[in-house]
């Protein structure tokens, strides 16, 4: 079975571009998700956790930092618990897991609007960057 990173080479920048707009200091205050890739006080715990770092929310503001824990938990973290779960290994999956919750998933609770569309805007900033590539400049 193919790496996320042969799947999708652009995940993190087509996340990062869906939920942030690039803006390192972007802040949602309903799920006090953080930075680039908005990322929430939960998955920072469990980077933290598994990876034996020492990481803030206020550090999810340095967008390396940020980068890091989002590359972690976009194709390390949140396929292994796919795998965990005998969840297929698909684009649609980890992105539902990364927007929804990876306990809603393997629950097989309804897909919110908001997933839906955000799984679309995620694969359309995709295929944009993949043209973009091929395309030349």
């Known amino acids: 079975m193919p790496d996320m990173l042969d799947m999708a080479p652009n995940l993190m920048d087509a996340v990062i571009q869906t939920?942030?707009?690039?803006?390192?200091?972007?802040?949602?205050?309903?799920s006090g998700a953080t930075g680039l890739g908005q990322i929430?006080?939960?998955?920072?715990?469990?980077?933290n956790t598994l990876?034996?770092?020492?990481?803030?929310?206020?550090?999810?503001?340095?967008?390396?930092?940020?980068m890091y824990v989002t590359?972690?938990?976009l194709n390390y973290r949140i396929p292994a618990m796919l795998r965990t779960y005998k969840?297929?290994?698909?684009?649609?999956?980890?992105?539902?897991a990364y927007n929804f919750g990876i306990g809603n998933l393997k629950n097989k609770k309804e897909l919110p609007a908001e997933t839906?569309?955000?799984i679309k805007k995620v694969k359309n900033e995709l295929n944009r960057l993949a043209k973009s590539q091929v395309g030349g400049m």
């Open 40 to 47: 929430t006080p939960i998955a920072l715990e469990d980077f």
């Open 87 to 96: 969840i297929p290994l698909t684009i649609d999956n980890v992105l539902t």
């Open 116 to 118: 839906i569309s955000y």
């Open 19 to 30: 939920e942030s707009n690039w803006k390192g200091d972007a802040y949602n205050k309903k």
């Open 71 to 73: 590359d972690w938990t």
């Open 51 to 66: 990876k034996k770092e020492k990481l803030t929310m206020a550090d999810m503001k340095d967008p390396q930092k940020n």
